[in-house]
Structures are given as structure tokens and as C-alpha cells.
């Protein structure tokens, strides 16, 4: 053979060789798509900031996770339910949150559990977590990172911000730093950090992926969802835990995951730690959420809302009707303007206004910002409680009996059980309602045939003399029926 002929045959070679292997590809990767791509000498992506070598791995410049987490974890707890009925209340979020916070269901009837996350908030036992990892528990154990392990009192709940505040008997606690939620930027890095399927204390990375986002959720008369979406991952038992960014500061309290399977998809939703301030202090100080409110329907504006109001924006909230002798009717706020402003804050949708004026308290002053006909305009509304007056509202009072500690059924619980009143039990001890196997949070709606619908009903039957037993009927928050018999 020649050399002209070897050539030629090598090359012929090459070629054939080359359609073999991509025919071969082809039949064992049917699926795969060959991609021809040409560059022009230099590589279309740079690792300039990434530096590895045999001991070291430098990230980027300014981006230090450690420090965040060595602050902040040590605030972050492990909550643990247990629901001696063998069910968890049919709550509001029950289908939505039972995979995120880990419930476990006893289907023999047995006592359940749950689990959970929390943030302490106090040096001297105060936590912060979902209103869903806790609602109706009959027994709440923190446990922290060091192992140790408490009891918890539940101190009061907001089932409009899913949010609840549990006390631990304990002191010199470390805390956590609140941060700034109003002013933390899309694209920022935060860390997640909780109890996913009980792997205490993990730690998760991602970015602000949008604020004020409203995922509709919640399901009270004056819920407020104004979120912080990120996509850091979160999974079962994440629920109550904490967003803290790059200082390890607060900015939020993970609440809730999109997605189809339960599990984490690549988008979490927290409770911004601006409102989680103020519902703490709330329940803390009062027992009950202060309700701060203007006193309008609203929506957001889009271009169908603007054409249909003429309107000059295409941003903003749409005052759609205005509550005759509310707040924003006094400070002369009319149909048709568009807020775009609370206290100087840009509020874009519904979501942020509720966020702005729910970090209120009654009688606080906000200064509201409008465009009308074309014009921008600022008034100043004094804010109402949900009575239209400007006072605190007192927690509902108890009533104290043989043992047994009585309040007033929430608005919330009597319009999921429809029931028209009635009294719950907050907190049992030993005496005769314990003795005939009486359960907390039952609530009695009657005695003897008589209505029970709240503290003074319940005050007065006992005020009479009495020498028999009573028949007390009743429902639990989980809806099942009961009757009980009770000698006195």
C-alpha cells in the first residue's frame, strides 16, 4: 500500500468510525440530542472567584454562610406535639401543612404527634413558631440543640398570621437578632434553618425570591399574607423555623412550601419578621392580637381594573369602598383613589398595604398616600380596632372551677365547628372534670339541655344551688361530639 492509499484509507476510517459510534449513541440514548457547538477560543464561562485546591474551597467574595449560622442556630428548636385523641384538629390548614411540619397520624386511635420548629425570642423562654405546628397539641416539648428538653405553655396564638408564642421555664437562653424585613432586597441570601423530618438543626441556603407574595392560605376574617418567597430548600418539620440573613438576624418565620408532592420544589414562603414582631409583642403583652384597620375594600390594580375606573396608573391598590365613620373615611379617603403608599413604604399590591397597617395597634397614625384624578395627595388616618373604636381589646376573661380553667370559644372555632357559642377548656387540672376523663380544648355548648355560650353563661349556671349531677354535651376542636357526666 502507498502513501497516498494509507492516508486514505485512515481517513476513510476516521469517518466511518465517527457515523458507528453516533449511530451507536443513538440506538442505546434514543432520547439524547446531539448538540454541535463551536467557540471562538475562549470558554463562555469563568470561575474567576472560585479557587480550589487540595485543602481549601474559597466561595465568592463577601459570602460567608458560617457566620449566619454559627449565630443563629443555636436559637432554633425542635418542637414535638402530642394530640391525645389520635387526630389533630380539622383546622384551616390541616390538608395544606400536614406533610410540611411532619404530623403523624395514629390511625388505631392512639395518642398522635407532631413536629415542628421554633425561634426563641427571649433570654428568659419566650418562642415563636407556626399557630399550625402547635393548634390544639396536648402536650408541646422544646427540645434544643444542646439536648436539652422543656415543657412548653402556649401564651397565645393569631390564626390570621399563623403565628403562636409558646414559654419555657427556662433562663439565659440565646436569642435570636431581629432583623429588617421592610428593606431586604430581591436577590438577597438567607438561610433557612429548622427541623426537616427531625435532622435537627439544618441549615439551607437561597435567595429573596419576592415579597409580599400571597398564596392564599389563610382563611380568617382579617388574615394577613404578605410572604417572603425564597428558594431555600425547606421540607416536613422545616414549619416555625427560621429565615435569618447573611448577620444571622430574623427576617422571617418559614411557613409554607408550593408544592405537588409535599415536598421541597423550589419555593418556600415565610412571615416576614416585621409583622412576627409585632403579633409577639401582642400576644405577650395582651393575650390577643391588636387589630390595627383602615377600613376599605380593596384590590389590586391591573390593566383590566384601569380601564374599567379610567384610571391614570397601573400600580397601586384600588379603593373600592370605604366603611362609612372608619379611619380612612375620617381622613377623607375615597372610591376609586389608588394607595400607593403607607408611611412612605411603596405598597404594589393588597398583600403589602395589609403588612403595613397590621403592624399597627388602634389609635396609631398612618400616612396614607393616593392618587386621585391624576394627582398624588397624603392624608393622615388614625387607625380602628374591628369594633370602630380605638381601643385595646382585652383577652377574652376565664373562669376557674374544680380544677378547671374556661374561656370564651373563638370567633374563628365557632365558624369552623358552626357552632353558635360556647366555652373552651384552657387549661385542666386534678378534680372532678379530669376524673371523668374530660380532655383541654373541649368546649362545652350546653349543660343539662341548657345553651352554654360563653364565660357568663357558664358563671351563672354554677352561681345556682345545685345537689344532683349535671349531663355536659360538647364538641372537640377536631369536630367528634361528646357527652359527659359530672356529679358535684
Keep these: 500500500m502507498n502513501k497516498r492509499s494509507f492516508i486514505m484509507a485512515m481517513i476513510f476510517s476516521s469517518v466511518f468510525g465517527g457515523i458507528v459510534a453516533i449511530i451507536g449513541f443513538t440506538i442505546i440514548n434514543p432520547n439524547e440530542k446531539v448538540i454541535q457547538t463551536t467557540t471562538n477560543g475562549t470558554s463562555p464561562v469563568s470561575l474567576t472567584n472560585y479557587v480550589f485546591d487540595s485543602s481549601d474551597f474559597v466561595v465568592p467574595d463577601g459570602l460567608n454562610f458560617v457566620f449566619a449560622a454559627k449565630n443563629a442556630t443555636p436559637s432554633v428548636v425542635h418542637i414535638r406535639t402530642t394530640y391525645e385523641n389520635g387526630m389533630r384538629a380539622n383546622s384551616q390548614f390541616h390538608d395544606f401543612f400536614k406533610d410540611y411540619f411532619g404530623e403523624r397520624y395514629d390511625r388505631r386511635g392512639g395518642p398522635s404527634r407532631g413536629a415542628g420548629s421554633g425561634v426563641v425570642i427571649s433570654a428568659d423562654g419566650y418562642i415563636v413558631t407556626n399557630n399550625h405546628v402547635i393548634e390544639n397539641a396536648d402536650e408541646i416539648e422544646i427540645v434544643f440543640n444542646d439536648n436539652r428538653s422543656y415543657q412548653a405553655k402556649v401564651v397565645g396564638t393569631d390564626e390570621d398570621t399563623d403565628l403562636a408564642v409558646l414559654k419555657v421555664a427556662a433562663e439565659n437562653l440565646v436569642a435570636v437578632n431581629y432583623g429588617d424585613s421592610d428593606n431586604i ?156 403608599a403607607i408611611d412612605d413604604k411603596l405598597v404594589n399590591n393588597v398583600a403589602q398595604l395589609q403588612e403595613q397597617v397590621a403592624i399597627k395597634r388602634p389609635g396609631d397614625e398612618v400616612e396614607v398616600r393616593f392618587i386621585r384624578n391624576g394627582k398624588e395627595k397624603t392624608v393622615v388616618a388614625k387607625l380602628r380596632n374591628e369594633e370602630g373604636t380605638l381601643d385595646i381589646i382585652e383577652v377574652a376573661s376565664d373562669y376557674r372551677i374544680e380544677g378547671a380553667t374556661f374561656v370564651d370559644v373563638s370567633d374563628a372555632l365557632k365558624d369552623r365547628l358552626d357552632i353558635d357559642g360556647g366555652v373552651q377548656i384552657k387549661e385542666l387540672g386534678e378534680g372532678k372534670w379530669r376524673d371523668v376523663r374530660m380532655k383541654e380544648g373541649f368546649i362545652i355548648t350546653g349543660i343539662d339541655n341548657e345553651k352554654i355560650q360563653n364565660i357568663r353563661d357558664l358563671e351563672n349556671y354554677f352561681k345556682r344551688p ?18 359527659y357526666g359530672l356529679g358535684l
Excluded at 270 to 280: C, E, F, G, M, T
Design 466 to 483: 345545685r345537689t344532683d349531677g349535671i349531663l355536659i354535651e360538647g364538641v372537640y376542636p377536631d369536630g367528634s361530639k361528646a357527652h
Design 185 to 340: 432586597n430581591i436577590g438577597e441570601w438567607v438561610l433557612a434553618i429548622g427541623n426537616p423530618y427531625e435532622f435537627r438543626s439544618t441549615v439551607t441556603a437561597g435567595i429573596i425570591s419576592a415579597k409580599g407574595r400571597n398564596i392564599n392560605i389563610l382563611n380568617g376574617d382579617y388574615r394577613i399574607e404578605s410572604f417572603i418567597q425564597t428558594d431555600a430548600a425547606v421540607n416536613p418539620g422545616n414549619s416555625g423555623g427560621a429565615l435569618v440573613n447573611l448577620k444571622g438576624e430574623l427576617v422571617g418565620i418559614n411557613t409554607a412550601i408550593a408544592s405537588p408532592s409535599g415536598a421541597f420544589a423550589g419555593y418556600s414562603f415565610a412571615v416576614p419578621v416585621s409583622l412576627v414582631k409585632k403579633v409577639v409583642s401582642d400576644l405577650i403583652e395582651y393575650g390577643a392580637v391588636q387589630r390595627a384597620l383602615l377600613g376599605i375594600s380593596i384590590y389590586d390594580v391591573n390593566a383590566q381594573v384601569a380601564e374599567d375606573n379610567d384610571l391614570s396608573v397601573l400600580k397601586g391598590i384600588f379603593v373600592n369602598g370605604v366603611q362609612e365613620g372608619k379611619a380612612a373615611d375620617e381622613a377623607g379617603i375615597e372610591r376609586g383613589d389608588v394607595i400607593v
